[in-house]
């Protein structure tokens, strides 16, 4: 998912992905990322989560992001929930995969997560901000409105792969 964008009329085509977005000047502004039509194309800009990318592909050759295991989507909350939690949303939990650190950690079908090691959540891109190397293998604590009231969790999120 990518939130931020540039839109780009810099004709892209299929295996551009990475490339250099470049201003009139030859500052490199954005990365190339994909095709959203014909004749418009998407980058990310260069911001302090391209350059913590570059800088970790640069020394590691990849990167590493942390999995939890759940599917959800942005919820309003309740004003109950808003006047305990000072949150208008929150991410509703809904699917827990089997085994995973999500569900070792005892998250539930339902569950509304408002914040994760502290920090408020309120969408998938919030979640997935959190999910970066540094959580993999580590305690983190999830907050979750969970029947009336808040409840904390403690998840080891996983190194994300393809298997």
Same mark, same amino acid.
């Given at each position: 998912m990518v939130d931020e964008v540039i839109q780009t009329d810099a004709a892209l085509n299929p295996g551009n992905s990475g490339g250099a977005l470049a201003d009139s000047s =030859? &500052?490199?502004v954005g990365v190339n990322t994909a095709v959203a039509g014909i004749g418009v194309g /998407?980058?990310?800009?260069?911001?302090?989560t391209t350059r913590r990318i570059i800088a970790? #592909? +640069? %020394?590691? =050759?990849r990167v590493r992001r942390a999995w939890l295991g759940i599917v959800g989507a942005q919820?309003? #909350? *309740? *004003? =109950? +929930?808003?006047?305990?939690?000072?949150?208008? !949303? =929150? #991410?509703?939990?809904a699917q827990v995969m089997p085994q995973s650190p %999500?569900? &070792? !950690? $005892? /998250? &539930?079908? $339902?569950?509304?997560?408002? !914040?994760?090691? $502290?920090?408020p959540i309120a969408s998938t891109t919030a979640l997935q901000r959190t999910m970066v190397e540094d959580t993999i293998g580590r305690r983190l604590e999830i907050t979750v409105w969970r029947n009336g009231a808040l409840v904390d969790?403690?998840?080891v999120p996983r190194e994300l792969t393809d298997a």
């Open positions: =030859g &500052r490199v /998407l980058a990310v800009p260069i911001n302090d970790t #592909l +640069m %020394a590691h =050759g919820m309003p #909350l *309740p *004003p =109950g +929930m808003v006047t305990k939690t000072g949150r208008s !949303s =929150g #991410l509703h939990v %999500a569900a &070792r !950690s $005892g /998250l &539930r079908v $339902g569950d509304i997560v408002v !914040s994760v090691a $502290g920090q969790v403690i998840a």
